[in-house]
């Protein structure tokens, strides 16, 4: 959940409560300062690092006023166990601060038995004044229950909010650059929530994104809510559990702090007397030093203002729930500025409470070695101290465990993998023996349990010069290098490999190559003349050896990240040296004399099919002339094509197989099939297809379609061309004016298609049909009775006649 600060006013207006709705809620006002320390069982730690207190504790108590304070305050300590069971009144205990020995030397507080609630009030002296506080708390302790629980809330969010604005401030300061992996990892260590679109804006920008709206940034934190877990029994907490859960007061995204703030609020008018009224204080402590910061100025006027400060729960330890972010990942000891990563516990890395941290490491011969350690959230971990290593004789895998203390309590963090330093022999991956090319950068996968301590890498060539790499820790174990031998020459080469602490690289001796590419595959059917070679750098290939039959290059193409290379064999005769199944070791050869063996399996044939013949049939159009296609290869795109195949390869038609119909460039196409009924077989070998184009392929469809079967397998044989579809206008009517010098008008709907018309099969008179045009008539030469000839734009070449009404001009 966020915390809001600033949102409680349109929550008090909603209560009732118009006399809070106009006080400020940001809690930057200065209140006074306090010194707290804390003893148990003869040790003492500032209220900073004390998460909880316990039944016998010594509370050494402060208050720094300064010696110009002109109003007395009296100090009194209260102790409550539960907000139904009113406390007596020896857990009371009161100090005056403005005395000598006060203001010196502080005063001691024991935490009596049964405990389980304290809290500091901070109230301008008056006459009776340490009564009447005290009546207040036993007439209502539920009510200062859940008071002290909700600053305790409060002040443990505040920690975590004020923690990243501090950070995210000083990383815009000093380096914007690294502001986004910072912030996320701040992100992950505080409970933080950030908006990634902040990162969108430029770099000046983004630091004034990630800090605004403040009362939305800290997310809900379980280990915090455990330590000051809320009572629900008071009665007005129902009222406040509802009007926090809704929109206007936080929708959810924010209720549970809202719910916090406007409990303490409600709580405190609610106690209100004419003597005093109450004002919280969230206390933020550094070291033995509490500075409390207030909401409202305090009053010295009647009701006069009482300062509600609340101390640690008293309670048993809440450990925090610490957890390494990786369990898995492995670190090495010597990397100079070590961090490792953790999360899970917010409070940690926001607050004192936890405290002197070591990482504690257990050698296999019985030695350990404890390194110091703190909770860095910069840098999403805890950073350790690693000068101790230097005289430190380790083994190489190790286990390293966090282990520091919770107040008084020792505690076991996570459990982290760690390697040291050694010397160490590398092994190169099989396939990368022989795989350093020169004339471009190339990868080089090393292996060693000594991966995750390298610091550098270099490539020494054998004349000297050295080659800066970029690499990565892929695994553990196992380095990812890339090499860069652009501008180098074939030869032996040394990899450097420098790991953290040791002075003298590891050396792994190599061998660079020219490139003489990778033949994958070569691909090649009984009764095709060509091939296919898959693989790299094919351009170097020219020419290839497949038993007797010699195959040279046809075309260069890439696809599926891979060289294809197409081979011919340039006589067709020596083909039927090469039988199905038959497997054959090829000769590849190179343009620098080399032949590389390459194993090679002949492939079946792939499927094979004969067009028989084919028929159009037309589909009349109402009110519309037939335009007779003089071109046999044409049809209408309304018009449906019955067409007979028959299979050669195979001899049968299996029923499995498909017809596949497509225009030019593939880019309309459908396949046609027995069990779609657009395939029925007439025998055993021949089978009739009916193709309907504008269905099937779209109204924008024409120019010339081919056809290719495809097998059960998806072996598809070559294109054969089928036909031309052409698209026809509607033409309804000619008419004409009496006098035969002047032209007639044709008129009829998609007139566009039309290249030309004429009225004669030679085009002696013709006219022209403009690019672009729309109208649904067009002049046109005087008929010779009722034919008028023309071409249509998809085939000009062909002259189809047609015949139609001749009307006089009306």
Same mark, same amino acid.
């Given at each position: 959940?966020?915390?809001?600060?600033?949102?409680?006013?349109?929550?008090?207006?909603?209560?009732?409560?118009?006399?809070?709705?106009?006080?400020?809620? #940001?809690?930057?006002?200065?209140?006074?300062?306090?010194?707290?320390?804390?003893?148990?069982?003869?040790?003492?730690?500032?209220?900073?690092?004390?998460?909880?207190?316990?039944?016998?504790?010594?509370?050494?108590?402060?208050?720094?006023?300064?010696?110009?304070?002109?109003?007395?305050?009296?100090?009194?300590?209260?102790?409550?166990?539960?907000?139904?069971?009113?406390?007596?009144?020896?857990?009371?205990?009161?100090?005056?601060?403005?005395?000598?020995?006060?203001?010196?030397?502080?005063?001691?507080?024991?935490?009596?038995?049964?405990?389980?609630?304290?809290?500091?009030?901070?109230?301008?002296?008056?006459?009776?004044?340490?009564?009447?506080?005290? #009546?207040?708390?036993?007439?209502?302790?539920?009510?200062?229950?859940?008071? #002290?629980?909700?600053?305790?809330?409060?002040?443990?969010?505040?920690?975590?909010?004020?923690?990243?604005?501090?950070?995210? !401030?000083?990383?815009?300061?000093?380096?914007?650059?690294?502001?986004?992996?910072?912030?996320?990892?701040?992100?992950?260590?505080?409970?933080?929530?950030?908006?990634?679109?902040?990162?969108?804006?430029?770099?000046?920008?983004?630091?004034?994104?990630?800090?605004?709206?403040?009362?939305?940034?800290?997310?809900?934190?379980?280990?915090?809510?455990?330590?000051?877990?809320?009572?629900?029994?008071?009665?007005?907490?129902?009222?406040?559990?509802?009007?926090?859960?809704?929109?206007?007061?936080?929708?959810?995204?924010?209720?549970?702090?809202?719910?916090?703030?406007?409990?303490?609020?409600?709580?405190?008018?609610?106690?209100?007397?004419?003597?005093?009224?109450?004002?919280?204080?969230?206390?933020?402590? +550094?070291?033995?030093?509490?500075?409390?910061?207030?909401?409202?100025?305090?009053?010295?006027?009647?009701? &006069?203002?009482?300062?509600?400060?609340?101390?640690?729960?008293?309670?048993?330890?809440?450990?925090?729930?610490?957890?390494?972010?990786?369990?898995?990942?492995?670190?090495?000891?010597?990397?100079?500025?070590?961090?490792?990563?953790?999360?899970?516990?917010?409070?940690?890395?926001?607050?004192?409470?936890?405290?002197?941290?070591?990482?504690?490491?257990?050698?296999?011969?019985?030695?350990?070695?404890?390194?110091?350690?703190?909770?860095?959230?910069?840098?999403?971990?805890?950073?350790?101290?690693?000068?101790?290593?230097?005289?430190?004789?380790?083994?190489?895998?190790? !286990?390293?465990?966090?282990?520091?203390?919770?107040?008084?309590?020792?505690?076991?963090?996570?459990?982290?993998?760690?390697?040291?330093?050694?010397?160490?022999?590398?092994?190169?991956?099989?396939?990368?023996?022989?795989?350093?090319?020169?004339?471009?950068?190339?990868?080089?996968?090393?292996?060693?349990?000594?991966?995750?301590?390298?610091?550098?890498?270099?490539? &020494?060539?054998?004349?000297?010069?050295?080659?800066?790499?970029?690499?990565?820790?892929? +695994?553990?174990?196992?380095?990812?290098?890339?090499?860069?031998?652009?501008?180098?020459?074939?030869?032996?080469?040394?990899?450097?490999?420098?790991?953290?602490?040791?002075?003298?690289?590891?050396?792994?001796?190599?061998?660079?190559?020219?490139?003489?590419?990778?033949?994958?595959?070569?691909?090649?059917?009984?009764?095709?003349?060509?091939?296919?070679?898959?693989?790299?750098?094919?351009?170097?290939?020219?020419?290839?050896?497949?038993?007797?039959?010699?195959?040279?290059?046809?075309?260069?193409?890439?696809?599926?990240?891979?060289?294809?290379?197409?081979?011919?064999?340039?006589?067709?005769?020596?083909?039927?040296?090469?039988?199905?199944?038959?497997?054959?070791?090829?000769?590849?050869?190179? +343009?620098?004399?080399?032949?590389?063996?390459?194993?090679?399996?002949?492939?079946?044939?792939?499927? +094979?099919?004969?067009?028989?013949? &084919?028929?159009?049939?037309?589909?009349?159009?109402?009110?519309?002339?037939?335009?007779?296609?003089?071109?046999?290869?044409?049809?209408?795109?309304?018009?449906?094509?019955?067409?007979?195949?028959?299979?050669?390869?195979?001899?049968?038609?299996?029923?499995?197989?498909?017809?596949?119909?497509?225009?030019?460039?593939?880019? #309309?196409?459908?396949?046609?099939?027995?069990?779609?009924?657009?395939?029925?077989?007439?025998?055993?070998?021949?089978?009739?297809?009916?193709?309907?184009?504008?269905?099937?392929?779209?109204?924008?469809?024409?120019?010339?379609?081919?056809?290719?079967?495809?097998?059960?397998?998806?072996?598809?044989?070559?294109?054969?061309?089928?036909?031309?579809?052409?698209?026809?206008?509607?033409?309804?009517?000619?008419?004409?004016?009496?006098?035969?010098?002047?032209?007639?008008?044709?008129?009829?709907?998609?007139?566009?298609?039309?290249?030309?018309?004429?009225?004669?099969?030679?085009?002696?008179?013709?006219?022209?049909?403009?690019?672009?045009?729309?109208?649904?008539?067009?002049?046109?030469?005087?008929?010779?009775?009722?034919?008028?000839?023309?071409?249509?734009?998809?085939?000009?070449?062909?002259?189809?006649?047609?015949?139609?009404?001749?009307?006089?001009?009306?």
């Amino acid at each position: 959940m966020g915390i809001r600060f600033c949102c409680f006013s349109v929550v008090w207006v909603l209560l009732g409560l118009t006399s809070l709705s106009q006080a400020d809620n #940001s809690f930057d006002l200065a209140g006074p300062r306090i010194d707290i320390k804390v003893t148990r069982a003869g040790k003492t730690l500032p209220i900073s690092q004390v998460p909880n207190l316990q039944p016998g504790d010594r509370v050494w108590v402060r208050s720094e006023m300064p010696d110009s304070q002109s109003v007395h305050y009296l100090l009194v300590a209260a102790f409550l166990r539960g907000s139904t069971n009113p406390p007596p009144e020896h857990w009371f205990l009161k100090s005056e601060t403005w005395t000598k020995g006060v203001r010196e030397e502080g005063v001691v507080f024991t935490v009596p038995p049964d405990a389980q609630q304290a809290l500091l009030l901070l109230a301008p002296r008056t006459g009776g004044d340490f009564s009447a506080l005290r #009546s207040a708390v036993q007439r209502k302790p539920g009510a200062f229950v859940r008071a #002290s629980q909700d600053l305790s809330q409060a002040s443990l969010d505040r920690t975590r909010l004020d923690k990243f604005l501090s950070a995210v !401030r000083q990383v815009s300061a000093s380096d914007p650059s690294q502001l986004h992996d910072t912030s996320l990892r701040l992100a992950r260590s505080l409970g933080i929530k950030v908006d990634e679109q902040c990162f969108d804006k430029p770099t000046e920008q983004q630091a004034p994104c990630l800090t605004r709206n403040t009362e939305q940034l800290v997310l809900e934190d379980g280990h915090s809510q455990s330590m000051v877990a809320a009572l629900t029994s008071a009665p007005n907490m129902d009222l406040v559990g509802v009007i926090s859960g809704t929109k206007l007061g936080g929708g959810g995204a924010y209720s549970s702090y809202i719910g916090a703030f406007v409990d303490v609020a409600h709580i405190m008018e609610n106690l209100r007397t004419a003597e005093y009224q109450y004002i919280p204080a969230l206390a933020l402590p +550094k070291e033995e030093q509490v500075d409390l910061k207030l909401n409202n100025p305090p009053s010295f006027n009647k009701p &006069k203002s009482v300062l509600v400060m609340s101390l640690p729960a008293v309670e048993a330890a809440q450990f925090p729930p610490l957890r390494a972010v990786d369990p898995k990942q492995v670190f090495c000891l010597q990397t100079p500025s070590l961090v490792l990563p953790a999360e899970g516990a917010p409070l940690v890395f926001s607050t004192a409470l936890a405290h002197d941290f070591v990482l504690h490491i257990d050698g296999k011969a019985g030695t350990s070695l404890d390194l110091p350690a703190h909770a860095d959230p910069l840098h999403g971990g805890f950073a350790i101290d690693t000068s101790r290593l230097r005289t430190a004789n380790l083994e190489t895998d190790l !286990r390293g465990t966090l282990r520091g203390y919770w107040g008084f309590e020792p505690i076991d963090g996570p459990v982290f993998q760690l390697r040291s330093s050694q010397t160490s022999t590398w092994e190169i991956a099989s396939a990368d023996q022989n795989n350093l090319i020169v004339g471009r950068e190339d990868t080089l996968r090393l292996h060693s349990n000594g991966a995750t301590c390298v610091d550098d890498i270099t490539v &020494k060539t054998q004349h000297g010069k050295m080659l800066k790499t970029t690499w990565k820790v892929e +695994k553990p174990d196992e380095l990812k290098v890339q090499v860069p031998l652009k501008d180098e020459a074939p030869g032996p080469v040394t990899v450097l490999v420098k790991q953290h602490g040791l002075s003298q690289p590891d050396e792994v001796p190599l061998h660079t190559y020219s490139e003489v590419g990778r033949l994958d595959r070569f691909t090649i059917n009984v009764g095709d003349q060509n091939g296919t070679l898959q693989g790299t750098r094919l351009d170097e290939v020219v020419g290839l050896e497949l038993n007797g039959v010699h195959f040279v290059p046809a075309g260069l193409s890439r696809a599926q990240e891979q060289d294809q290379l197409k081979l011919a064999a340039p006589d067709p005769a020596a083909m039927s040296a090469l039988h199905p199944g038959e497997k054959i070791q090829a000769q590849v050869a190179l +343009k620098d004399g080399r032949v590389v063996p390459l194993q090679t399996e002949v492939e079946a044939p792939r499927p +094979k099919a004969t067009l028989i013949s &084919k028929n159009v049939q037309q589909n009349p159009t109402p009110n519309s002339a037939t335009i007779r296609l003089a071109n046999p290869d044409d049809f209408p795109q309304d018009g449906r094509l019955s067409f007979f195949i028959k299979s050669e390869i195979p001899s049968n038609f299996p029923r499995a197989e498909k017809i596949e119909v497509a225009n030019q460039d593939e880019s #309309s196409h459908v396949q046609l099939t027995l069990a779609d009924g657009s395939l029925t077989l007439q025998d055993s070998q021949t089978v009739l297809a009916v193709l309907d184009p504008l269905k099937s392929l779209g109204a924008s469809v024409f120019g010339p379609l081919r056809f290719r079967p495809i097998d059960p397998n998806g072996v598809a044989g070559d294109w054969q061309p089928l036909a031309s579809v052409v698209r026809v206008p509607s033409l309804k009517e000619v008419t004409c004016p009496d006098s035969p010098d002047k032209q007639c008008t044709l008129s009829g709907t998609n007139l566009f298609l039309l290249d030309s018309i004429a009225s004669d099969s030679e085009f002696k008179h013709s006219a022209p049909v403009p690019v672009g045009f729309s109208q649904s008539s067009i002049a046109v030469p005087r008929p010779n009775g009722t034919l008028l000839y023309i071409k249509l734009r998809d085939d000009p070449a062909a002259v189809n006649p047609v015949a139609l009404p001749v009307l006089p001009e009306r």
